[in-house]
Structure formats: C-alpha cells, structure tokens
C-alpha cells in the first residue's frame, strides 16, 4: 500500500464526518438487513457497519479515479467481529484500578482516571475498485470510528452479498441456469465453492465462485458455473462424459 492511501487512511481514522457520510445516497448497500453476529447484537451490528460503510465512502472521495462515473463501485461487508478485550467488564476493572491506586498492579495517573472506551468491534469490507480490503474499528459507545487499516491484493472471505451476485449473474448469462429456474421454481438450490487467484499481467486478485445446483435432495452435476466476480464473467464447462463400460467379446467354442 502506498504512502498517499496510508495518510488518507490516518486522516479517516480521526475525521468527525466518517460516522455522516455514512448515508449517502447511492452507496451500495446488502440487499438484506445485516444479521447479528456473534457477541453483537442487531443493532450493534448495524450500526458498526454504517460507521465502517461512512470511512469507505470518505475512502472513495480521496482514490484518484474511484468517483468516475465508470468506476466499479462495489464495496461489500465481509464481516463484523466484536473485540472481546474492549468489553464494559474490561473497561469497568481499568477504572476501578485507576481509582485505587494502592492496590497491586494499579498505576496512578497524576491527571485523573481518564474515560473507558466501550466496547470496540472490527468491520470488513471488500472494495473491487482497487482490490482493497478496509478494517474500520469502531468503538459501539459511541458509534465513531478510532481506526482504519488497509490491505491490498489480500485474499478476503466471500460475503454474502457477493453469493447473491454470484447466482444472479449465472441466471443472466447462463442460458441452462434460466432454463433450470423456470422448470423448477424454488427447488432449486445453489451452493458456493470460492477461489481466489492471480492472473498474468494482473495484479488483482480474481474472485471465481464455482456454483452447485441442487434440485430438492438432488445435485445435478450440470451446469456448473464458474463466475469471476471480479471481471463480471459466467463460464460453464462442458458436462463430464461418462466412460463408456468395455463390452467383453464373447468366448470362441
């Protein structure tokens, strides 16, 4: 990662405006409500990923080229994570060893005990503009950001919303995809194997979702697409063809 993107990410990191900007129209968003992850609760989680969603869009606003109107403007949660050292309980015994400074281990601060950060929570976020992973730590008492890394050409776990993608660019470019919805409806089920790597002369890293279909209990060995979210393409390989049995020529008397 360049010196540039590390100044704008210290810059993110301290702005009062992340948490505003958060909202702003056109910014995609998962096509449903984020659900609850582990230590958090709904609302915790979504409000942790509106804070992240704001530093992405200020991140967007100082990458040269990511405000085109042709740029790829996908940006999608990977994940939220609670950071289980940040708790109350955590906070709670810091302040009472603040407070008591006679105690063993406790250290006296000649300016007073100084305010507890809540708890803190690390979100995800993929970018395909720039193949940039984000972390935004957010603190959940306050809802503001206190820190922001980057990562790029980093191999990130697919998210759900790009599963979705997934499936529907395989209904819309693959013809046996259509076919196999139009026959079957809401038996159809469609299950992710995700890969992820480089091609040469790009440094990008491919994000590929190999798709599996299942009709009721049944899995159907074709089609089989393979859809390269990170070029938008679908491509099926031929159904594999069966050994034909040897058929043993009879005896001679």
Request: glycine content about 8%; hydrophobic content about 35%; overall charge positive.
């Amino acid at each position: 990662m360049n010196g540039s993107l590390s100044r704008v990410l210290m810059a993110l990191a301290g702005s009062a405006v992340v948490a505003l900007a958060a909202c702003r129209a056109g910014y995609p968003q998962e096509s449903a409500p984020p659900r609850p992850r582990p230590g958090l609760t709904a609302q915790q989680t979504k409000d942790a990923i509106k804070a992240a969603q704001g530093t992405m869009v200020e991140l967007r606003k100082k990458t040269q080229g990511a405000e085109l109107p042709d740029a790829d403007r996908r940006e999608y949660v990977v994940g939220v994570e609670l950071l289980a050292d940040r708790s109350p309980a955590a906070a709670a015994k810091g302040e009472e060893k603040a407070a008591n400074p006679g105690e063993p281990g406790a250290k006296a601060d000649p300016a007073g005990p100084k305010p507890a950060r809540g708890p803190t929570a690390v979100v995800t976020l993929y970018r395909y503009f720039d193949d940039i992973t984000v972390f935004s730590t957010i603190d959940l008492g306050t809802g503001k950001v206190v820190d922001v890394q980057a990562a790029q050409h980093l191999r990130t776990p697919l998210s759900d919303a790009e599963f979705e993608e997934a499936q529907a660019l395989a209904r819309e470019h693959n013809p046996e995809v259509q076919r196999l919805y139009e026959r079957f409806g809401r038996q159809v089920t469609a299950y992710p194997q995700f890969s992820q790597f480089t091609l040469e002369g790009d440094p990008r890293i491919h994000r590929v979702v190999h798709l599996t279909y299942r009709v009721g209990k049944r899995e159907l060995s074709y089609p089989r697409p393979q859809v390269d979210l990170t070029i938008r393409t679908v491509e099926t390989p031929a159904p594999e063809v069966e050994p034909k049995a040897k058929v043993r020529p009879p005896r001679g008397d």
